[in-house]
Nanobody
């Protein structure tokens, strides 16, 4: 069984920073792409950033230049450094990872962590 556990959400003032972490554990053969989505009530889930196993990254236009995604393959962990936060970044952030286990390959999700940007 595979689990993704997130940490690092919270409340911050505009212009502040937060760092999210997401660690995958369990009977893992390989971890491929990892990333972060976010969702606010009444809106579609938005892909924030993702990172391939080789380190290639992709970002939503709304976060380019402010957010940085990284990963530690030895720890099966993905990070999202969020700087210059804006009120519109307020959302529940979900990490995901494309993981192969014995006989299966699928996307796994974290439990979600709330990020609130407000003065």
């Amino acid at each position: 069984q595979v689990q993704l556990v997130e940490s690092g959400g919270g409340s911050v003032q505009p212009g502040g920073s937060l760092r999210l972490s997401c660690a995958a554990s369990g009977s893992i053969f390989s971890v491929y792409t990892m990333g972060w989505y976010r969702q606010t009530p009444g809106k579609q889930r938005e892909l924030v950033a993702d990172i391939g196993s080789g380190g290639s990254t992709d970002y939503a236009d709304s976060v380019k230049g402010r957010f940085t995604i990284s990963r530690d393959n030895a720890k099966n962990t993905v990070y999202l450094q969020m700087n210059s936060l804006k009120p519109e970044d307020t959302a529940v952030y979900y990490c995901y990872a494309d993981i192969s286990t014995q006989g299966a390959y699928r996307k796994y999700w974290g439990q979600g962590t709330q990020v609130t940007v407000s003065s």
